[in-house]
């Protein structure tokens, strides 16, 4: 299998929501009405930390579809699964999705100190983890689950000065400069200031990744999260690895986080029965025994 397939399992760090893609930079849908954006970064900024003042604990169900391909064959290979979400905001997530006869096909999580990932089909079988301590967040994007509060709709926007803002229409773009290149770039809807689009920037200064979020549910004042993502991969070849999950809108609700819980979803699992094991250190993919 080739490296893409790779990047893409490690998506699911952006993931809560729907996926449809025909190209690797999707057109933001067009908003029918135009609202006077924001004036500066700082009013800017304090707008989309206002989201993250608001998040509770959340839980949710929904469906996925992964798509990715393999070496020497055009048609990419497709995976389904019922998909579970439980967010302990700020830094706690479990997702877990099932296929029939593969409990725990896909497992991802994070907590404080530690992130995972892992998928059981056979043509993948791998667990990736790695301490928060060894990562560089400018290089390690596509494993960073962090992200995945993006993809709720909290997107991070962290110290003033790596920010910059323009306008486009009816959206306000922020755009973070990290060692002088351009790494990321949101979205944010002016009329209601939510985000709709966030582009992720490789360390050469091309867009490696594109996600849209849409559909957004209020789950409490002030608190939305998209039940609608898409998400793609911009592949020098073309061949585009996608993630789709839907989120049951119903489904999306506050919930309490039990000790029990707390132990079971937030606890890095012990590797088993998978075919690769490999811990991330910054950008390094390092092999490790079973």
Not at 67 to 83: D, L, N
Not at 188 to 213: M, N, P, S
Request: charged share 20%.
């Amino acid at each position: 299998m080739n490296c893409q397939y790779h990047k893409l399992c490690l998506y699911f760090y952006f993931t809560a929501g729907m996926l449809i893609l025909s190209g690797c930079a999707p057109e933001i849908r067009k908003p029918v009405q135009v609202c006077p954006g924001k004036g500066s970064v700082a009013e800017a900024v304090s707008a989309l930390q206002s989201h993250t003042q608001n998040m509770v604990p959340l839980k949710a169900n929904g469906q996925c579809l992964l798509e990715y391909y393999v070496k020497e064959k055009p048609k990419p290979h497709k995976e389904k699964f019922s998909v579970k979400l439980w967010l302990n905001p700020p830094v706690e997530i479990y997702l877990q999705g099932d296929a029939t006869l593969v409990p725990k096909a896909i497992v991802l999580g994070s907590n404080e100190r530690e992130f995972w990932l892992s998928i059981r089909p056979k043509e993948i079988s791998t667990y990736w983890w790695g301490k928060w301590s060894q990562q560089d967040s400018s290089e390690t994007l596509m494993i960073n689950p962090k992200t995945l509060l993006e993809a709720l709709g909290i997107a991070a926007v962290d110290a003033e000065p790596n920010w910059s803002l323009s306008n486009e229409g009816a959206f306000d773009v922020l755009i973070k400069h990290q060692r002088g290149l351009v790494t990321k770039k949101i979205y944010v809807y002016t009329c209601d200031y939510l985000v709709k689009r966030i582009e992720y920037f490789d360390v050469y200064g091309q867009v490696a990744a594109v996600a849209e979020l849409d559909n957004y549910k209020q789950v409490l004042e002030g608190f939305f999260v998209p039940a609608s993502i898409k998400i793609g991969e911009c592949a020098q070849d073309n061949l585009e690895d996608s993630l789709s999950i839907t989120l049951d809108l119903k489904s999306i609700k506050p919930t309490k986080i039990t000790e029990r819980q707390q132990n079971v979803l937030f606890n890095r699992p012990q590797p088993r029965g998978f075919k690769r094991l490999i811990r991330i250190v910054g950008v390094k993919w390092i092999e490790q025994p079973q």
